[in-house]
């Protein structure tokens, strides 16, 4: 059984940062790879980073150079650090880790 406990959402002016922190617990974290995905009031769940054991990071285009994923294998954790924060990345973003635990969410709000 995997728990994933997400913290560090909130309310930020455009071009803010925020960072978020994933805590995962359970037997299945060893070599899992871990990332974050959000969604955004009416719309579909989305892709927004991974990253490997080894430490590959993979984006996706609308927050490729703004946001970056960590972990820290030592302490089961995955973090979102995000820069220059845009109002449309306003939802709720969730901790994932493979192949399908998911975290109960934590509201990021950028206001213009």
């Known amino acids: 059984q995997v728990q994933l406990v997400e913290s560090g959402g909130g309310l930020v002016q455009a071009g803010g940062s925020l960072r978020l922190s994933c805590a995962a617990s359970g037997t299945m974290i060893s070599r899992a790879i871990m990332g974050w995905f959000r969604q955004a009031p009416g719309a579909q769940r989305e892709y927004v980073a991974t990253i490997s054991w080894p430490g590959t990071t993979n984006y996706a285009g609308s927050v490729k150079g703004r946001f970056t994923i960590s972990r820290d294998n030592t302490k089961n954790t995955v973090n979102l650090q995000m820069n220059s924060l845009k109002p449309e990345d306003t939802a709720v973003y969730y901790c994932?880790?493979?192949?399908?635990?998911w975290g109960q969410g934590t509201q990021v709000t950028v206001s213009s």
């Open positions: 994932w880790v493979s192949s399908n635990y």
